[in-house]
T-cell receptor, first 118, second 115 residues
Framework: AQKVTQAQTEISVVEKEDVTLDCVYE???????LFWYKQPPSGELVFLIR??????QNEISGRYSWNFQKSTSSFNFTITASQVVDSAVYFC???????????????FGRGTSLIVHP | DAGITQSPRHKVTETGTPVTLRCHQT?????MYWYRQDPGHGLRLIHY???????DKGEVSDGYSVSRSKTEDFLLTLESATSSQTSVYFC??????????????FGPGTRLTVL
């Protein structure tokens, strides 16, 4: 069975601080995908990133960066110099990958609510 | 934007009434999903479809049924709504092409209140 744990239910920071959202996962699949989604106060779910299990290269996109470590089963998300517009609930998710024969249905974590104060 | 719309966007209904939510997509995606989102539970899968007339249950399917008579529409029906089905419902598709293959993209959501 797959499991995604986002231990931080809520994080509060002041604008311009760096913040890291943790995601720890469990899976028996040999290949898998990891995802991050953002849900701003307006309610829509916005896809941020997908990472294949065979690609442990970290990724940076502007102020966002992701650190994938298979050794610790973690896929953490860092926002550098946070802004008020980053305030949202962030979800980490895991699905079977292309070689595992799985159903590709993601398992979602319960989300981390990030509040960025001006 | 994966071309997904949901209707209605908001609905208030009474216990015991039937409710149908519609998900419409314009990009010919084969896989479609219905989730509900509740505080403290994150996103939970209700039903999904892997083609026209091909559907399967998710982890919280009791009290819900689905239908997919054409590729672009995936309907979620609450046969007799209960207050426990008050929730935000999201439809999603799974891409099968492009750089982000096997990624789910979500519709805007439907907020359902059952009184």
């Amino acid at each position: 069975a797959q499991k995604v744990t986002q231990a931080q239910t809520e994080i509060s920071v002041v604008e311009k601080e760096d913040v890291t959202l943790d995601c720890v996962y469990e899976t028996r699949d040999t290949t898998y995908y990891l995802f991050w989604y953002k849900q701003p106060p307006s309610g829509e779910l916005v896809f941020l990133i997908r990472r294949n299990s065979f690609d442990e290269q970290n990724e940076i996109s502007g102020r966002y960066s992701w650190n994938f470590q298979k050794s610790t089963s973690s896929f953490n998300f860092t926002i550098t110099a946070s802004q008020v517009v980053d305030s949202a609930v962030y979800f980490c998710a895991l699905s079977a990958g292309p070689a595992s024969g799985g159903s590709y249905i993601p398992t979602f974590g319960r989300g981390t609510s990030l509040i960025v104060h001006p | 934007d994966a071309g997904i719309t949901q209707s209605p966007r908001h609905k208030v209904t009474e216990t015991g009434t039937p409710v149908t939510l519609r998900c419409h997509q314009t990009e010919n995606h084969r896989y479609m999903y219905w989730y509900r989102q509740d505080p403290g539970h994150g996103l939970r899968l209700i039903h999904y479809s892997y083609g026209v007339k091909d559907t399967d249950k998710g982890e919280v399917s009791d009290g819900y049924s689905v239908s997919r008579s054409k590729t672009e529409d995936f309907l979620l029906t609450l046969e007799s709504a209960t207050s426990s089905q008050t929730s935000v419902y999201f439809c999603a598709i799974r891409t099968r092409r492009g750089a982000e293959i096997d990624t789910q993209y979500f519709g805007p959501g439907t907020r359902l209140t059952v009184l």
